[in-house]
């Protein structure tokens, strides 16, 4: 069957690290894979984009790796601040006859501690 | 730019009852919107996918009569949850997709409508 599935743990890291959040999809191909920020009672924010023929992609302090072998996307949030606790999304992008679709994994709680 | 406004942004209902959310871009054309369910603590959840002038389509599962959904115009899109029951109490969540090639894979989303069905 078709899975998506990040950290199911809440993350806690201090202020300055690197937060790593893991993105592993079993049974899909994706055209692409997006990264979302959610704040509690909101919608998402989109962060980062990355199409299947990219490895890598960058943003400021933001940094997501995918591996369509090892079904696996890596985000890197470097220097981490308080303010970037969260809960973060990911979602496999696909192409269907409606155009483009998001399939979103459960999220993981990211908690940065000053 | 890119903003998705929802209205309204919480509602309380009686069981029985319709209820109509409004999802409007504010400062593009969305050619597609998109509905979302969130339970506390899950996964968004696609519903239907809408195309200006057209039917929507639903995801498997959900119940077309049930959840109507129009998109009369390049900036709005309603969702409209007819004879609600206290389990369609949840946290529905729009989004839209440019006309545009550039940004044709970015969806920006709303800020969501807190759903409670009494």
């Known amino acids: 069957s078709q899975k998506i599935e990040q950290n199911s743990e809440a993350l806690n890291i201090q202020e300055g690290k690197t937060a790593t959040l893991t993105c592993n999809y079993t049974?899909?191909?994706?055209?692409?894979l997006q990264w979302y920020r959610q704040d509690p009672g909101r919608g998402p924010v989109f962060l980062l984009l990355i199409r299947e023929n990219e490895k890598e992609k960058r943003k400021e302090r933001l940094k997501v790796t995918f591996d369509t072998t090892l079904k696996q996307s890596l985000f890197h949030i470097t220097a981490s601040q308080p303010a970037d606790s969260a809960t973060y999304l990911c979602a496999l992008g696909y192409w269907d006859n409606q155009g483009g679709k998001l399939i979103f994994g459960q999220g993981t709680e990211l908690s940065v501690k000053p | 730019g890119a903003v998705v406004s929802q209205h309204p942004s919480w509602v309380i209902c009686k069981s029985g009852t319709s209820v109509k959310i409004e999802c409007r871009s504010l400062?593009?054309?969305?050619?597609?919107m998109f509905w979302y369910r969130q339970f506390p603590k899950q996964s968004l959840m696609l519903m239907a996918t809408s195309n200006e002038g057209s039917k929507a389509t639903y995801e498997q599962g959900v119940e077309k009569d049930k959840f109507l959904i129009n998109h009369a115009s390049l900036t709005l899109s309603t969702l409209t949850v007819t004879s609600a029951h206290p389990e369609d109490s949840s946290f529905y969540i729009c989004s839209a997709r440019e006309r545009s090639l550039e940004t044709f894979y970015e969806q920006y989303f709303g800020p969501g409508t807190r759903l409670t069905v009494t």
């Open positions: 400062d593009f054309q969305a050619t597609t």
């Open positions: 049974n899909y191909s994706p055209a692409y």
